[in-house]
């Protein structure tokens, strides 16, 4: 007595294949694409928090340049107008040419080159704030670097989770399809197919005891 196997041209086992095919086909898909999004996701997060700090701590550096600008005693505005390295270096350029001739004049000037920052304590107190300026700039710019980033980053994350989640959408729709349609494959078959053939071998076989 020869059982019959499963036909292998039989529609039913052709979309019930299909079925377990794409389950099995969506949740590999899914696991990798899970997989990788999630590394991504978390990497974007450190990314952020530790661009958040930095950010914390360039805001602190700025409030205090700009509290120890503001401790400075008050000068005189003209003075920080000057684009020479000291008070002295303006006077200097502009006798220059009778430098050439006066040697008392040269001996003069070097004196306040030596002892500018004793002579004139404003000196000191401009290239302070200068020094401490230029400082706030570069932070600044830091700062909105910083700044910028971070929403770059934030963007990108946002639509990291939104493939995330369409990817599990997918999933869900592809695996419950696969399974539903293999679910039914199988059915249709055994109902059509296999329980008829095993009724008729069934039948067959009690016929022939018969005779």
Do not use: C
């Not at 990497?43 to 400075?72: F, G, M």
């Not at 959408?169 to 008829?196: D, N």
């Not at 039948?203 to 022939?208: D, K, P």
């Amino acid at each position: 007595m020869n059982i019959p196997n499963l036909p292998t041209d039989n529609f039913y086992k052709f979309l019930s294949l299909a079925g377990l095919v794409t389950a099995i086909a969506s949740f590999i898909i899914f696991n990798s694409e899970s997989d990788k999004l999630d590394t991504d996701i978390n990497d974007l997060r450190t990314s952020i928090v530790e661009l958040e700090a930095d950010k914390v701590y360039l805001e602190s550096d700025s409030i205090d340049i700009a509290r120890r600008v503001n401790s400075l005693s008050k000068i005189d505005s003209s003075l920080l107008s000057l684009n020479s390295d000291s008070i002295t270096a303006a006077y200097f350029k502009a006798n220059a040419e009778n430098l050439k001739k006066d040697k008392n004049l040269r001996e003069y000037f070097e004196f306040l080159f030596d002892n500018e920052e004793q002579i004139n304590p404003e000196i000191f107190k401009i290239k302070k704030i200068m020094d401490e300026i230029k400082t706030q700039k570069k932070i600044m710019k830091e700062l909105f670097l910083k700044e910028s980033l971070i929403v770059r980053k934030n963007q990108i994350l946002h639509r990291h989770l939104n493939k995330l989640k369409w990817t599990g959408i997918f999933f869900v729709v592809f695996f419950t399809a696969g399974i539903f349609i293999a679910i039914r494959g199988f059915s249709s078959w055994y109902k059509l197919v296999q329980k008829p053939s095993d009724e008729k071998l069934k039948f067959e076989i009690e016929a022939q005891r018969k005779k």
